[in-house]
């Protein structure tokens, strides 16, 4: 199953300006998202770009870390769920995977991962979710 979402937000700073050989970013982005999954997304990065640095774009290598905190409804249940990310965006493609650690309200049972797919300006979260209520 998938959702599509659009970034309506991103903020991106380097942590210290002054240490160049410390390339780490951090970033303040916020998703929109619209399918089996509808609601809002806060996501929190940290980026140590990798040979390459903000300026490259969608060109950049970078390794990745963060938390995403969504709130809205799966399937028509509505609650929150935080979930951790880690892995790479290189040249375009970003590889993730995210991993519910939490969630609340009536989605408190969920429980899975998912995955980024972009497929030109398409942006899309692939959901292995598990419901057990």
Do not use: C
Request: glycine letters at 10%.
């Amino acid at each position: 199953m998938s959702v599509l979402f659009s970034v309506t937000k991103w903020n991106e700073e380097p942590i210290d300006e002054q240490k160049t050989a410390f390339p780490i970013n951090r970033v303040r982005a916020e998703y929109e998202l619209e399918g089996d999954l509808l609601g809002k997304a806060w996501v929190e990065y940290l980026l140590y770009y990798l040979e390459s640095n903000k300026e490259d774009g969608p060109l950049a290598t970078a390794r990745i870390t963060g938390f995403l905190h969504f709130e809205g409804q799966y399937k028509g249940k509505t609650g929150t769920f935080t979930a951790a990310e880690k892995g790479i965006f290189d040249k375009g493609s970003l590889d993730s995977p995210g991993m519910i650690i939490k969630s609340t309200g009536g989605l408190q049972a969920l429980t899975g991962s998912y995955q980024y797919d972009f497929i030109g300006e398409t942006n899309k979260l692939i959901l292995n979710f598990k419901d057990d209520e």
